[in-house]
């Protein structure tokens, strides 16, 4: 029979194996992310990564106080993103051009409008 406590051990560990391959792989699209979007995503993954981290450590020494520092990284992480996703939205708009007379209906659609309206 396999003790509980050497079982969440050897879980712990495949787990803490798992997020250490799911890190470099993230941090490899951190560092060559095609675009600024994907290295923002990619940013926003590391920071979950980090909270699995976090979490897998808490319940393989039973310290509660990493469960707070966890969700602490989240709140942050999550604020972090929004202005990184406002940061795109607001660079990614094309100038405003005076429209030429008579031609009110040829409006470049804004990227990211997914709605297709012009602004």
Same mark, same amino acid.
């Given at each position: 029979?396999? $003790?509980?406590? =050497?079982?969440?051990?050897?879980?712990?560990? +495949?787990?803490?194996?798992?997020?250490?391959? %799911?890190? +470099? #792989?993230?941090?490899?699209? +951190?560092? /060559?992310? !095609?675009?600024?979007?994907? @290295?923002? #995503?990619?940013?926003? /993954?590391?920071?979950?990564? %980090?909270?699995?981290?976090?979490? =897998?450590?808490? +319940?393989?020494? @039973?310290?509660?106080?990493?469960?707070?520092?966890?969700? $602490?990284? &989240? #709140?942050?992480?999550?604020? %972090?993103?929004?202005?990184? %996703?406002?940061? =795109?939205?607001? @660079?990614?708009?094309?100038? /405003?051009? !005076?429209?030429?007379? &008579?031609?009110?209906?040829? =409006?470049? !659609?804004? !990227?990211?409008? /997914?709605? &297709?309206? $012009? @602004?």
């Amino acid at each position: 029979m396999i $003790a509980p406590f =050497v079982l969440v051990s050897a879980a712990a560990a +495949v787990t803490l194996a798992i997020l250490g391959i %799911a890190f +470099v #792989l993230t941090a490899y699209r +951190v560092i /060559t992310g !095609p675009t600024l979007p994907d @290295r923002i #995503l990619a940013l926003d /993954t590391l920071t979950g990564i %980090a909270i699995g981290f976090i979490a =897998v450590i808490a +319940v393989k020494t @039973r310290f509660t106080l990493y469960i707070d520092i966890a969700i $602490a990284l &989240g #709140l942050v992480g999550f604020l %972090a993103t929004v202005a990184f %996703a406002r940061f =795109v939205l607001s @660079r990614g708009r094309p100038e /405003t051009r !005076p429209l030429p007379a &008579g031609d009110e209906q040829a =409006v470049t !659609p804004v !990227p990211g409008d /997914t709605a &297709g309206k $012009a @602004r």
